[in-house]
């Protein structure tokens, strides 16, 4: 057993600390890691005002892994663009953190081939991890509109790809595929001549091949289970993880997780805070629970009690059991009793 871990947990709103209660039961069955709670996201801007207090920005900085579960819900809409948005929590601390690398795994679970909108053919075998660069490209550059021109900046430096590119090597198993856009942009120009040579020099046991985005979208569905590691930059990411993420066919069921340099990781379910449903005990903690399993194996470097508990969610669901969003009635609190048995 490694030292014991530091991580702070982030309940945040709606069902957020349901299912941050059903992590810590897991984790505490799992051993070797302490948790303290902080407050972001709308119970932020409650207690303090703003949705990323210092205290939490603080504490996820010291701290070894930071584990989220969902911010935002209608108390804290607003039209108003001064006022405080649960979401700016979420933002901030990934640009606090540095968070360069987003990691999306998609692997359909046998038991749940019947809730993808593809053909159970389509997706055997799909076990794919979505790479994207979510600190640069064109969400952040220079933004412009005038006399009735709009323009939005994607820039890219070789630095940024290289550590993004990295990120993808050392993640993959079989192979990478690089998705870029480079018979147009010269952004991606660099990013296939970036990667090409990060890979040349670094990784060169891994295949590597590049798809032009267009037909990766198109491979997406025809063929995902061809997918290894698809790396990507930004705005690509965005549009093709969720892409990806529906051949599971259930918001539900989807872990991510955002890495750095040197610092922390955080991770975090893919859905939201789903306040239609909060309190009433039957919220799906099975994405919380495969966050805790990336947290494990690319935060806590425990691999061995990741592949555990992933293992552990798919023997519950092939032995039938389902929350409601999977056309099931098994409450949370049956599906968390479940996975720590078959743990
Ligand atoms: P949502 O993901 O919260 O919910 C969409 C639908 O999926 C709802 O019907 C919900 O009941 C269901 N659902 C989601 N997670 C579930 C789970 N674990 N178990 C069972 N059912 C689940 O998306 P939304 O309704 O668009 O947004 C609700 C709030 O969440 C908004 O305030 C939004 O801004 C916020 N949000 C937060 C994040 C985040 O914190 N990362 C992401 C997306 C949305």
Known sequence: MNATSNIITLPGDGIGPEIMDAAKRLIGELGGIDWHDHDIGGVAID???????????????????????????????????????????????????????????????????????????????????????????????????????????????????????????KSARAKVTSVDKANVLESSRLWREVVTRVHADEFADIPLDHLLVDNAAMQLVAAPSEFDVILTENMFGDILSDEAAMITGSIGMLPSASLGGDGPGLFEPVHGSAPDIAGSGKANPLAMFLSVAMMLRHGLGREADAARVESAVDSVLAGGLRTADLGGDAGTAEVVDAVIAAL
């Open 47 to 169: 207690n303090h005002g703003t949705a990323l207090p210092d205290t939490t920005l603080e504490a996820a900085k010291t701290s070894d892994a930071v584990l989220l579960s969902a911010v935002g819900g209608p108390k804290w809409d607003s039209t108003n663009p001064d006022d405080p948005r649960p979401e700016q929590g979420l933002l901030g601390i990934r640009k606090e953190l540095d968070l360069f690398a987003n990691l999306r795994p998609v692997k359909p679970v046998p038991a749940l081939y019947g809730s993808s909108p593809l053909r159970e053919e389509r997706i055997t075998g799909t076990d794919l991890l979505v790479i994207r660069e979510l600190t640069g490209g064109i969400y952040f550059g220079e933004k412009k509109r005038e006399n009735g021109v709009a323009s939005d900046v994607c820039s890219y430096s070789e630095v940024e790809i290289e550590r993004i590119a990295r990120v993808a090597f």
